[in-house]
Protein backbone atom coordinates (compact mmCIF):
# COMPACT_ATOMS: atom_id res chain seq x y z
CA UNK A 1 0.00 0.00 0.00
CA UNK A 2 1.66 3.58 -0.87
CA UNK A 3 1.86 6.22 1.15
CA UNK A 4 -0.43 8.24 -1.22
CA UNK A 5 -3.59 5.92 -0.15
CA UNK A 6 -2.83 6.02 3.43
CA UNK A 7 -2.53 10.09 3.35
CA UNK A 8 -5.69 10.15 1.23
CA UNK A 9 -7.54 8.07 3.20
CA UNK A 10 -6.41 10.36 6.31
CA UNK A 11 -7.50 13.75 4.43
CA UNK A 12 -10.91 12.02 3.83
CA UNK A 13 -11.17 10.80 7.67
CA UNK A 14 -10.38 14.45 8.88
CA UNK A 15 -12.43 16.07 6.50
CA UNK A 16 -15.36 13.65 7.54
CA UNK A 17 -14.62 14.18 11.41
CA UNK A 18 -14.77 17.93 10.65
CA UNK A 19 -18.05 17.92 8.76
CA UNK A 20 -19.40 16.36 11.68
CA UNK A 21 -18.32 18.85 14.13
CA UNK A 22 -19.01 21.74 11.98
CA UNK A 23 -22.96 20.43 11.08
CA UNK A 24 -23.83 18.79 14.26
CA UNK A 25 -26.10 20.18 17.51
CA UNK A 26 -25.92 17.22 19.66
CA UNK A 27 -22.67 17.50 22.27
CA UNK A 28 -21.99 13.54 21.49
CA UNK A 29 -21.98 13.93 17.92
CA UNK A 30 -19.25 16.66 17.67
CA UNK A 31 -16.94 14.82 20.36
CA UNK A 32 -17.17 11.76 17.81
CA UNK A 33 -16.27 14.05 15.43
CA UNK A 34 -13.37 15.31 17.22
CA UNK A 35 -12.33 11.86 17.73
CA UNK A 36 -12.79 11.02 14.19
CA UNK A 37 -9.97 13.61 13.14
CA UNK A 38 -7.83 12.62 15.89
CA UNK A 39 -8.18 8.97 14.63
CA UNK A 40 -6.84 10.55 11.43
CA UNK A 41 -3.96 12.48 12.23
CA UNK A 42 -2.79 9.60 14.25
CA UNK A 43 -2.92 7.51 10.75
CA UNK A 44 -1.00 10.18 9.20
CA UNK A 45 1.62 10.02 12.30
CA UNK A 46 2.00 5.85 11.32
CA UNK A 47 1.87 6.32 7.68
CA UNK A 48 4.87 8.95 7.83
CA UNK A 49 6.94 7.21 10.37
CA UNK A 50 6.74 3.75 8.19
CA UNK A 51 7.13 5.26 4.76
CA UNK A 52 10.45 7.29 6.45
CA UNK A 53 11.85 3.84 8.02
CA UNK A 54 12.16 4.47 11.91
CA UNK A 55 8.16 3.14 12.20
CA UNK A 56 8.60 3.29 16.10
CA UNK A 57 9.14 6.68 16.49
CA UNK A 58 5.63 7.96 14.66
CA UNK A 59 3.72 4.59 16.21
CA UNK A 60 5.02 6.08 19.83
CA UNK A 61 3.75 9.74 18.90
CA UNK A 62 0.27 8.27 17.92
CA UNK A 63 0.28 6.18 21.10
CA UNK A 64 0.38 9.60 23.00
CA UNK A 65 -2.15 11.11 20.88
CA UNK A 66 -4.47 8.13 21.61
CA UNK A 67 -3.87 8.46 25.23
CA UNK A 68 -4.27 12.34 25.14
CA UNK A 69 -7.85 12.00 23.66
CA UNK A 70 -9.01 9.43 25.91
CA UNK A 71 -8.15 11.61 28.76
CA UNK A 72 -10.12 14.12 26.48
CA UNK A 73 -12.94 11.89 25.65
CA UNK A 74 -13.35 11.16 29.78
CA UNK A 75 -13.34 15.07 30.65
CA UNK A 76 -15.98 15.94 27.64
CA UNK A 77 -18.52 12.96 28.45
CA UNK A 78 -18.46 14.17 32.04
CA UNK A 79 -18.82 17.51 31.60
CA UNK A 80 -21.46 16.87 28.42
CA UNK A 81 -23.29 14.54 31.39
CA UNK A 82 -23.27 17.48 34.16
CA UNK A 83 -24.84 19.73 31.65
CA UNK A 84 -27.07 17.39 30.69
CA UNK A 85 -28.23 17.26 34.04
CA UNK A 86 -28.66 20.79 34.43
CA UNK A 87 -30.11 21.64 31.17
CA UNK A 88 -32.06 18.38 30.22
CA UNK A 89 -30.95 19.11 26.88
CA UNK A 90 -27.35 17.52 25.00
CA UNK A 91 -28.29 20.38 22.06
CA UNK A 92 -25.60 22.61 21.61
CA UNK A 93 -27.94 25.34 20.13
CA UNK A 94 -30.38 25.26 23.65
CA UNK A 95 -27.99 25.35 26.01
CA UNK A 96 -27.12 29.24 26.20
CA UNK A 97 -27.52 30.09 29.34
CA UNK A 98 -23.35 29.36 29.94
CA UNK A 99 -22.64 32.64 27.58
CA UNK A 100 -21.67 35.91 29.17
Not at 12 to 40: D, P, Q
Not at 85 to 100: M, P, R, S, V, Y
Amino acid sequence: MSIDILLLLGAALFCIGLAVVVTRKNAIAVLIGIELMLNAANLNLVAFSRFDGDQLQGQIFALFVITVAAAEAAVALAIVVKVYQHFNTADLDQINELKG
